[in-house]
């Protein structure tokens, strides 16, 4: 199969060839992996029993997902990415900030896959064949792992479908086999090596919980779902049709593996740590299927997400080629594994990543879910691609390529958020207006999304007043015929 040789330019129609049971695939198979799988384990480690993490995991994805999904329609109508897309609320230049956030966004999540599967990968070996755990095999075991990760994402869209394809099977089939393997050990209760709830009480911990491992989940896509529905052409496929593939595709994909990491936390009694316990319940039997989930499934998770950076880097810089952008990218990527792995607690580390970039990522995604509303779905695709074609002009120019309006409100909100968060390490001082639950997330989009309304709210409405005028001189003129 050949590499794809698509950037963040406009697909063409003809070659839109993708459709909602692709998207389904590709949500659903690239997510069935540790990476995801882990973050099952956080509301657990938090000091919150069974029934609590549960509820916590499901009504945070449930909660992002109907806020996340409808972003897959904006790069339906654009033919584009989403960090690009954004340039029609931004400006053509202050896209970037979509292009950041999703470049951080992916960063992230491509080393931590890399790192927990290549942690249980490595105890695995160790149990099998008695491979030490030492700094040779963890880099020998990360750099084969990066390099099958940047093999996919270097060929593109067509090779990952595809994977993600048969790891919708094969990862359902080894996660359906890790429920037997790890049943007469579960346990509902706390974990009792937790030392009680993480922040003092109940309902400030299941809040944090509902964040950290629900929400982000959905939160994690807002700058990737374009990666696919660019490939599906609207002449062919409904916007109803693609939003229930990609709701389908978010719970299935978030739901199925972060749950089996709850349950196997329990059973494993995983109080501080997950990989290490994880392997140790592990019956004999299922240690070859663990292998394959730490291997393959961080492969397929890992390559999605390093594709979605190469294209956000190839956005930003775009004299560079998709594929040299996603090398430079999986550099990047490999170095943050080992800084993980030598430097970092991985609760900390996971908890506090995903509370920052999703304090700075919603209300950029409010504000482009709000330009959608406004625009009816309608773009000028060829006006989108100005910066990347090294040009000026065009609708979306606004003032030198930005829209300092939506900049502001995403920067307002972005603040606010962070003054708002409670990490491990860091408690924001608006904590306080809260009651100490984090409602980073809520105040950032609210925010961003209030102050952008009420700054457009002249401009939109003496646009609308021009429409309107337009289509009684277009009836006027007509009549007269």
């Not at 409405?461 to 289509?471: G, L, V």
Request: charged share 10%; net charge positive.
């Amino acid at each position: 199969m050949p590499i794809e040789q698509r950037g963040v330019d406009t697909i063409p129609d003809e070659e839109r060839t993708s459709g909602p049971r692709d998207l389904v695939s590709i949500l659903l198979g690239s997510n069935l992996c540790l990476g995801v799988i882990i973050f099952g384990w956080l509301p657990p480690s938090f000091g919150l029993g069974w029934w609590a993490s549960v509820s916590a995991i499901v009504a945070g994805t449930v909660i992002g997902t109907v806020f996340t999904a409808p972003l897959a329609l904006v790069s339906l109508r654009t033919a584009t990415n989403l960090s690009t897309s954004s340039g029609a609320q931004f400006g053509v230049r202050g896209r970037l900030v979509g292009s950041i956030v999703g470049l951080l966004l992916a960063l992230g999540y491509t080393a931590l896959t890399v790192w927990i599967g290549g942690d249980v990968m490595i105890s695995v070996l160790g149990r099998m064949a008695g491979l030490p755990a030492d700094g040779v095999s963890y880099a020998v075991v990360y750099a084969v792992l990066a390099a099958a990760t940047v093999a996919g994402a270097v060929y593109g869209y067509r090779v990952l479908l595809n994977m993600s394809k048969v790891l919708s099977i094969g990862m359902t089939a080894l996660l359906a086999l890790g429920i037997f393997a790890y049943a007469p050990h579960f346990t509902t209760s706390a974990l009792s090596g937790t030392g009680g709830y993480l922040l003092g009480s109940f309902w400030p911990t299941w809040f944090l919980a509902a964040v950290a491992a629900g929400l982000s989940g959905p939160i994690a896509f807002i700058t990737l779902l374009g990666d696919y529905t660019r490939y599906i052409s609207p002449a062919r496929n409904s916007n109803r049709r693609v939003i229930q593939a990609t709701w389908l595709g978010l719970i299935l994909g978030l739901l199925v593996p972060q749950l089996f990491g709850t349950f196997t936390a329990y059973a494993a009694k995983a109080a501080t740590d997950y990989a290490g316990p994880l392997v140790s319940a592990s019956p004999t039997w299922y240690l070859i299927p663990l292998l394959l989930s730490a291997s393959a499934g961080s492969v397929g998770n890992a390559g999605l997400m390093l594709y979605s950076m190469g294209l956000d880097l190839d956005a930003i810089l775009p004299r560079a080629s998709r594929a040299r952008a996603t090398y430079t990218v999986a550099v990047v990527a490999t170095a943050c594994v080992f800084v993980g792995h030598y430097a970092w607690n991985a609760q900390s580390a996971m908890t506090s990543f995903v509370l920052l970039l999703t304090a700075i990522g919603t209300p950029w995604a409010v504000i482009t879910l709000i330009g959608f509303t406004r625009c009816r779905g309608v773009y000028d695709a060829d006006a989108l691609q100005v910066f990347n074609r090294r040009s000026r002009g065009g609708i979306y120019w606004y003032r030198a390529g930005w829209n300092v309006r939506a900049t502001a409100s995403w920067a307002l909100g972005a603040g606010v958020g962070l003054l708002a968060v409670s990490l491990p390490s860091y408690q924001g001082p608006l904590l306080q207006l809260t009651g100490g639950v984090d409602c980073s997330f809520l105040l950032s989009g609210a925010v961003g999304g209030v102050v952008y309304l009420l700054l457009t709210f002249r401009t939109e409405h003496a646009r609308a007043a021009t429409d309107i005028d337009a289509s009684e001189a277009a009836l006027s003129v007509a009549a007269d015929r």
